[in-house]
Every structure is written in structure tokens, then in C-alpha cells.
């Protein structure tokens, strides 16, 4: 079960008290320095906040997890592309590392101290770790990178990576929108559909169709192999929750964004 910090800038997870050489958080609008829209606590650069709130920002981020080298935060850009960090990455001078993290939407890594990131404002952040091979993933999976599998993607290039095994990742499905929010056009539902999702348990209809981007990306972990007992989902949706975690819904695309991250600890 996820927990707010006691300052309410984060949220941790559960998962975390069961393998405590990695740490995993997703941050709230809570205790930063932003302001408007971005109030308070917005860690992403991409967004038009105020660059030198963003950075102090980041340099309180930093502060309150456990001896992190750096954030690693793409810029992304509702595809699927996953970049892997390796000691080449590291090995990059800045400049470099943002060419290398443009247009990239997943992350994985199986280096201590470098803390992987997502950015979303209702969209569905979704942490992962290999418990065998002690590596760790995260993903940004809006609506179109739900419908790219992009959760599918992270997990085969971990196996690629790796060695990853399904049956040893559990995983995080952290705040995002909720299928009561979600509503969709008919394009929307019929690109689902004809990808070949499975309708009846990701969506419903009222006046307009709704989708269930939890649930759809819950699927492709246990597609993946991943147990159902394995998978942790927050359940807290951005869209009714606008006061504690940023809504693009809300709030407007000029707004914050919630920064979910995972790192594996230095032992």
C-alpha cells in the first residue's frame, strides 16, 4: 500500500518494504516551489515552469532520496522508444544525455544511484524491477503509448538486457486518470479495439466511451509474464485528486507534472 511522506511531497510505495535495496516514489503538487499551475512541487523542465523553480525543485527532489547520482528524466513524447542507461550513458556529457533522452518514453537500468523518471499529469506512470537480476524500469504510458504496449516493450528490452524473467518483476502502477474520467471519442475506442485489447475489460459506455488505462496496462504486465499478486496499483486517479497531483485534464496542458521515479539503492 502506498504511503504520503510526512512533509506530503511524495508518495512511496509498499513495494519498497519488501525489497529495500530500491526506492520508488511518485512526487504530489505539495511543498516545492512552483507557482500557478505549476504549484507547487513540478520537477519537469519540458513543461514551461519557471526554469530556476524547476531547478530548486529538482534539488529538493534529490535531497529526500537515498544517495542518487542523478535524475534521469527524458523528454518524452507518447511513443514507445525505451533507453537504456548504461555506463555509457553516464559516461555522456550533458548535452549528449539530452540528445539521448529526446523522444524516449521508458527507461531501464540495472545501475545503482541513477534514478530512472516519468513524467505524467494523467497519464499512467508504471515502475518495474527485476528481483533475480536487480534491475529496474520506468514508463510513461499515456493513451497512445498504452495502445504501442509500450509496458510491453520495457519488459522485453529488460529481457534483452537482462535476462529478465516475468515471474520475477513486480511492479507499480502509480496515480493517473481513471476509467470514471477517462473519456474517450470513438476513434479512441476503435483504435483499442483494433489493436486487439481486450474492450470488455478495459472499457465501458456512458454518454461517451471510457477507458480504463490502469487495467490496460495492468494486461500487458501479466501478458508479460508478471504475476497479478505482483502488480501494485495506487488507485488514485489525477482527474478528481487535481488538488494533490497534477491534472493536464484539470489544470490545462501549461501545468505541472507529477515525477514517479525508481532507483536502485547503493549497498
Not at 9 to 26: C, H, N, Q, T, V
Not at 192 to 213: P, T, V
Amino acid at each position: 500500500m502506498e504511503l504520503y511522506t510526512k512533509d506530503m511531497r511524495m508518495l512511496e510505495y509498499g513495494l519498497a518494504k519488501s525489497y529495500p535495496d530500491i526506492f520508488l516514489f511518485s512526487t504530489t503538487r505539495h511543498g516545492g516551489y512552483s507557482e500557478g499551475n505549476y504549484a507547487s512541487f513540478n520537477c519537469n523542465g519540458y513543461c514551461g515552469d519557471n526554469e530556476d523553480h524547476v531547478k530548486r525543485n529538482r534539488e529538493l527532489l534529490c535531497s529526500l532520496l537515498p544517495d542518487a547520482d542523478a535524475l534521469i528524466i527524458p523528454h518524452q513524447t507518447h511513443g514507445v522508444t525505451v533507453r537504456v542507461i548504461d555506463e555509457a550513458f553516464v559516461q555522456c556529457d550533458d548535452i549528449q544525455k539530452v540528445d539521448l533522452l529526446e523522444g524516449v518514453d521508458a527507461l531501464v537500468t540495472n545501475l545503482p544511484g541513477q534514478c530512472l523518471c516519468v513524467s505524467t499529469a494523467d497519464c499512467i506512470p508504471v515502475l518495474c524491477y527485476d528481483t533475480r537480476h536487480h534491475a529496474v524500469a520506468a514508463i510513461h504510458a499515456g493513451w497512445r503509448g498504452t495502445l504501442g504496449r509500450i509496458v510491453c516493450h520495457t519488459i522485453q528490452t529488460m529481457r534483452e538486457c537482462y535476462g529478465t524473467k516475468g515471474e520475477d518483476v513486480v511492479a507499480c502502477i502509480g496515480p493517473g486518470i481513471s476509467l470514471d474520467a477517462f473519456e474517450v471519442g470513438d476513434e479512441v475506442y476503435q483504435a483499442f479495439e483494433q489493436a486487439g485489447f481486450q474492450m470488455q475489460a478495459i472499457s465501458c459506455r456512458k454518454e461517451k466511451w471510457h477507458i480504463d488505462l490502469w487495467e490496460a496496462n495492468r494486461l500487458q504486465l501479466i501478458s508479460e509474464g508478471v504475476p497479478s499478486s505482483a502488480i501494485e496499483l495506487a488507485g488514485i486517479c489525477t482527474y478528481s485528486q487535481y488538488e494533490h497531483f497534477f491534472s493536464a485534464r484539470r489544470l490545462g496542458i501549461h501545468s505541472g507534472r507529477i515525477l514517479s521515479g525508481i532507483m536502485r539503492i547503493k549497498m
